[in-house]
């Protein structure tokens, strides 16, 4: 039985006609407001009628009547604080309720039907609808919830369902409860995944960047080769024209190379020099783009750059000297 001090609390309370009366203005819900408090103290004793402001998401400021008590699971766990708000259109609005961390507990990450702050949301809030849902249905299933996954401890177990061993709100209530947990396990796949991708794509934009930097570069390279055909080809055709024009029968029956000659020996030792340094100038060119695409080995190129440079300094070196010799 329900406290004669707690059935006159809500007595006067609904009666009060102050400035800081209830926001309940129908005298039938008013009558159904007092029936659904009085039967759920009367089955859980624990709990106690109050009266305070409540302030609605929308910033809606309302006095309310609430219960507050204690919830028994089972004997191996701690109790649960809960605060049951009768909204201003109860019955037809489902009550506010709200779980409290008890000393040294937190509420659960994840909970199926409790948020961090203390909000919950079950199956039976969402489907409320009057009769015949009432407050003391309500607190019933919140036991069983709870008793299946409790607020502070993770216990997230469920059993298969038998159809015809259960009522069909248990069954939804574990359905909910299984419902959740694969949510939450597929959002964390999901964000495993993108975050694979994400490095995935920031790979492949680091490729393409890099891809576009060569492309400039080889697009660069292959305007200069062009600029220098062009160059060639036209000295080439003046070379030629002047040789056509003076000495037409020898280009005919010799090759270009046989239609020049150095005008002594001096000149012929000049030009055999500067043509093998040349030539070595383009080997070393060939061998730095072959290290480059990894055709040569490091160490085989430096020993033919090496024996190259020996042999390139020996041309230039006797350079220098025949040239010191006309001055």
């Known amino acids: 039985m329900s406290s004669p001090s707690s059935v006159q609390f809500i007595d006067s309370a609904l009666s009060c006609t102050s400035p800081f009366a209830l926001s309940y203005t129908d005298p039938d819900k008013k009558w159904l407001i007092r029936k659904h408090l009085i039967l759920l103290l009367q089955n859980f004793p624990s709990f106690r009628p109050s009266v305070d402001v409540f302030t609605h998401n929308d910033g809606n400021i309302v006095n309310l009547l609430f219960a507050t008590g204690e919830l028994h699971v089972s004997n191996s766990t701690s109790p649960i604080n809960l605060s049951i708000w009768l909204h201003e259109n109860y019955p037809d609005m489902a009550p506010i309720v709200f779980v409290s961390s008890n000393l040294g507990s937190q509420i659960q990450q994840d909970h199926p039907f409790v948020d961090p702050s203390g909000s919950t949301l079950t199956p039976y809030l969402q489907t409320w609808l009057s009769p015949p849902c009432n407050l003391l249905d309500l607190v019933r299933n919140f036991v069983k919830l709870f008793s299946l996954v409790h607020p502070f401890y993770n216990s997230s177990t469920f059993a298969s369902i038998q159809p015809s061993l259960v009522s069909k709100r248990e069954a939804m209530d574990r359905l909910s409860c299984a419902l959740h947990y694969d949510m939450i396990a597929m959002r964390t796949e999901s964000e495993d995944d993108i975050e694979n991708l994400s490095t995935i794509q920031a790979e492949m934009v680091k490729r393409v960047n890099v891809t576009k930097y060569m492309i400039i570069k080889l697009e660069g390279e292959k305007r200069n080769l062009k600029k220098k055909v062009r160059e060639i080809t036209e000295e080439t055709d003046v070379v030629m024209n002047w ?85």
């Open 243 to 327: 040789v056509k024009a003076h000495d037409h029968d020898n280009i005919s029956a010799n090759s270009i190379e046989d239609v020049f000659e150095t005008a002594d020996d001096e000149s012929q030792v000049v030009l055999e020099c500067l043509a093998e340094d040349l030539a070595i100038e383009d080997l070393m060119y060939a061998l730095d783009k072959a290290v480059e695409e990894e055709v040569m080995t490091f160490d085989l190129y430096i020993k033919q750059v090496r024996s190259l440079a020996r042999e390139q300094f020996f041309y230039r070196a006797k350079l220098v000297k025949l040239e010191s010799y006309d001055k």
